[in-house]
């Protein structure tokens, strides 16, 4: 057990862990795949969702040993206290309670003493009525013209999970039945040329602009919002936002100052973290315009599902948990840089303040199909060494098969979902290259080392309930590595530094506009960037 501020890094467990990298540096993933009792020991399945994880650079001693650094960082303990409501974001004091998001009617979770539950299904009840007067047509715009399209205006977690739903709902054959005739679009960036993209080939008379953020003063979503007010009220005049425009946030005395209707507002709570937000309004009110709440609720429903997962199953069969310590041993033991990972685990500091003595929080990157395989697929397979996940499905959302092909598309697509994993973990000897005949002189070109960590997922298909699953799993990942790395997976102080700097850039050119004041302040680079900017730019005088 650790005491409250010592670091993970000092404890037996931690230590028994760095002492067995020496072990496992002398095994090779082609050796420890030809046992098949550890393969199987490393596969489990949930609701048909399947876990392989026999391609980490991991033995069954490796597992017992993360198992014990779970219980040394109280992981079970930190999770029931995440569960219960405790204020475990310390640093902003708030409870972390997105698993209320997706909590059945009857659960009872509290926060402060108070059951959440039911002011979470008053919002989900009036979404669903909201959705369901846009989507029939009942609910028209200013001009009497049923609203068929949506514009989401947010950043960061107020963005990144509904597009990612979105993405993945929009070829699901059940969703699409649901979402004709309509589109849903994201507006995220502030750079004027999406307001373009977004707005190109959309009437006014047409479009619902949902304007979300947890705070309501994000810089970007503000002047986004304000401009796409402006594109409605200048074709239907000012009243017209009644009709148009609505909001997601926990902020909704700012909402109503921006002149949004309180009533056409939907709100969430602080005890959700941004990047943890999909399942509260700011993904249920967009997907619910685009696809309807019932489709929506299955997305909803999923996500429950890992969460019981999460909190009741044994660690050693226990997804997240699974994942989240095997992040931490590629991170933190065997040093590997990158994998799929949020931004709130990227910490220099232990969630009592105390400096790191080990890295935590990986770069995150990944394509989807075999894109990955014709662009960075070189650095993965002979290049760096970056543990993968591969995730793929069993039924294709949109099956094709071409008379005389070998194989359907799906297919060929989960041929490379099974290949690449042991192309990784294999490799390619110069002696098996011998045998094939290749020169001498390409031989240390085409050799792979292999020994290169992924996993596998394996999900029946990608319907709403799968991807509501897929989505907890990596949030409670994220969870567990932080509770192992006793930091704070739920504040983000490392995004407000550039916010500042960026206030008072936005100052500078403000006065330089206006008053010709010339930049101060500013080292001699931005200096010199800035009135570059302010010379040359065709910006008009304001
Ligand atoms: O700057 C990061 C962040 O605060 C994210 O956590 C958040 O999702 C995003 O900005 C947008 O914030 P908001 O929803 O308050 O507009």
């Given at each position: 057990m650790t005491s409250p501020t010592a670091l993970i890094c000092e404890t037996q467990a931690w230590k028994d862990l760095k002492g067995h990298v020496e072990d496992i540096n002398k095994t090779h993933l082609r050796d420890l795949m030809s046992d098949a009792h550890r393969c199987e020991s490393m596969m489990l399945e949930f609701e048909g969702l399947l876990l392989d994880?026999?391609?980490?650079?991991?033995?069954v001693e490796t597992m017992d040993k993360l198992l014990n650094l779970a219980k040394a960082a109280q992981l079970s303990e930190k999770i029931s206290r995440m569960f219960n409501g405790e204020h475990i974001n310390s640093t902003e004091n708030r409870s972390v309670l997105h698993v209320a998001l997706r909590a059945p009617k009857y659960a009872v979770i509290k926060a402060d003493g108070k059951n959440v539950v039911p002011e979470v299904w008053n919002v989900l009840d009036k979404i669903e009525d909201f959705s369901e007067k846009i989507r029939s047509g009942s609910w028209v715009g200013a001009t009497g013209k049923p609203l068929k399209d949506v514009i989401a205006i947010g950043i960061g977690g107020s963005f990144l999970g509904p597009l990612f739903v979105h993405t993945a709902l929009q070829t699901d054959p059940e969703a699409a039945e649901c979402a004709k005739g309509r589109q849903l679009r994201f507006l995220a960036n502030i750079d004027p040329v999406d307001v373009a993209r977004n707005i190109s080939g959309l009437n006014p008379e047409t479009t619902l602009v949902v304007v979300v953020s947890k705070t309501f003063t994000t810089a970007e979503t503000m002047l986004n919002a304000r401009t796409l007010r402006n594109w409605i009220t200048t074709a239907l005049g000012a009243p017209a936002v009644a009709k148009h425009m609505v909001a997601v946030s926990t902020n909704l005395a700012l909402v109503e100052k921006f002149g949004i209707d309180p009533n056409n507002a939907f709100a969430f709570w602080d005890w959700v973290g941004g990047r943890y937000s999909v399942c509260s309004a700011v993904g249920v009110l967009p997907l619910s315009l685009q696809y309807g709440f019932s489709v929506v609720e299955k997305f909803l429903k999923g996500a429950s599902s890992i969460d019981k997962h999460f909190q009741s199953t044994p660690f050693e069969k226990n997804i997240p948990v699974l994942l989240g310590l095997l992040s931490v041993w590629n991170v933190s033991f065997l040093g590997y840089p990158a994998r799929v990972s949020m931004e709130s685990n990227g910490k220099g500091v232990s969630i009592d303040g105390l400096p790191l003595l080990f890295e935590t929080g990986e770069i995150d990157f990944g394509e989807p199909g075999t894109n990955g395989q014709h662009s960075f697929y070189q650095l993965i397979h002979q290049g760096r060494v970056i543990p993968c996940d591969f995730i793929g499905t069993v039924k294709s959302q949109q099956p094709v098969y071409l008379e005389g092909e070998v194989v359907s598309n799906h297919d060929e697509l989960m041929s490379n979902f099974f290949a690449q994993p042991d192309a990784l973990a294999y490799g390619k000897t110069p002696e098996q290259l011998q045998k094939e005949n290749v020169s001498e002189n390409l031989i240390p070109h085409k050799t792979f080392s292999g020994n290169r960590p992924s996993l596998s997922l394996l999900l029946p298909e990608l319907s709403a309930y799968n991807v509501g699953q897929l989505l907890a799993i990596y949030e409670h990942r994220v969870a567990v590595q932080g509770f192992v790395w006793g930091i704070?997976?739920?504040?983000?102080?490392?995004?407000e530094l550039g916010k500042v700097l960026a206030t008072q850039v936005r100052k500078q050119l403000h006065s330089s506009r206006t008053q010709g004041a010339a930049p101060e302040g500013f080292n001699y680079s931005t200096t010199t960037l800035l009135k570059r900017y302010l010379e040359t730019s065709p910006e008009p005088k304001m």
């Amino acid at each position: 057990m650790t005491s409250p501020t010592a670091l993970i890094c000092e404890t037996q467990a931690w230590k028994d862990l760095k002492g067995h990298v020496e072990d496992i540096n002398k095994t090779h993933l082609r050796d420890l795949m030809s046992d098949a009792h550890r393969c199987e020991s490393m596969m489990l399945e949930f609701e048909g969702l399947l876990l392989d994880y026999s391609r980490q650079r991991a033995t069954v001693e490796t597992m017992d040993k993360l198992l014990n650094l779970a219980k040394a960082a109280q992981l079970s303990e930190k999770i029931s206290r995440m569960f219960n409501g405790e204020h475990i974001n310390s640093t902003e004091n708030r409870s972390v309670l997105h698993v209320a998001l997706r909590a059945p009617k009857y659960a009872v979770i509290k926060a402060d003493g108070k059951n959440v539950v039911p002011e979470v299904w008053n919002v989900l009840d009036k979404i669903e009525d909201f959705s369901e007067k846009i989507r029939s047509g009942s609910w028209v715009g200013a001009t009497g013209k049923p609203l068929k399209d949506v514009i989401a205006i947010g950043i960061g977690g107020s963005f990144l999970g509904p597009l990612f739903v979105h993405t993945a709902l929009q070829t699901d054959p059940e969703a699409a039945e649901c979402a004709k005739g309509r589109q849903l679009r994201f507006l995220a960036n502030i750079d004027p040329v999406d307001v373009a993209r977004n707005i190109s080939g959309l009437n006014p008379e047409t479009t619902l602009v949902v304007v979300v953020s947890k705070t309501f003063t994000t810089a970007e979503t503000m002047l986004n919002a304000r401009t796409l007010r402006n594109w409605i009220t200048t074709a239907l005049g000012a009243p017209a936002v009644a009709k148009h425009m609505v909001a997601v946030s926990t902020n909704l005395a700012l909402v109503e100052k921006f002149g949004i209707d309180p009533n056409n507002a939907f709100a969430f709570w602080d005890w959700v973290g941004g990047r943890y937000s999909v399942c509260s309004a700011v993904g249920v009110l967009p997907l619910s315009l685009q696809y309807g709440f019932s489709v929506v609720e299955k997305f909803l429903k999923g996500a429950s599902s890992i969460d019981k997962h999460f909190q009741s199953t044994p660690f050693e069969k226990n997804i997240p948990v699974l994942l989240g310590l095997l992040s931490v041993w590629n991170v933190s033991f065997l040093g590997y840089p990158a994998r799929v990972s949020m931004e709130s685990n990227g910490k220099g500091v232990s969630i009592d303040g105390l400096p790191l003595l080990f890295e935590t929080g990986e770069i995150d990157f990944g394509e989807p199909g075999t894109n990955g395989q014709h662009s960075f697929y070189q650095l993965i397979h002979q290049g760096r060494v970056i543990p993968c996940d591969f995730i793929g499905t069993v039924k294709s959302q949109q099956p094709v098969y071409l008379e005389g092909e070998v194989v359907s598309n799906h297919d060929e697509l989960m041929s490379n979902f099974f290949a690449q994993p042991d192309a990784l973990a294999y490799g390619k000897t110069p002696e098996q290259l011998q045998k094939e005949n290749v020169s001498e002189n390409l031989i240390p070109h085409k050799t792979f080392s292999g020994n290169r960590p992924s996993l596998s997922l394996l999900l029946p298909e990608l319907s709403a309930y799968n991807v509501g699953q897929l989505l907890a799993i990596y949030e409670h990942r994220v969870a567990v590595q932080g509770f192992v790395w006793g930091i704070n997976s739920f504040d983000q102080w490392g995004v407000e530094l550039g916010k500042v700097l960026a206030t008072q850039v936005r100052k500078q050119l403000h006065s330089s506009r206006t008053q010709g004041a010339a930049p101060e302040g500013f080292n001699y680079s931005t200096t010199t960037l800035l009135k570059r900017y302010l010379e040359t730019s065709p910006e008009p005088k304001m």
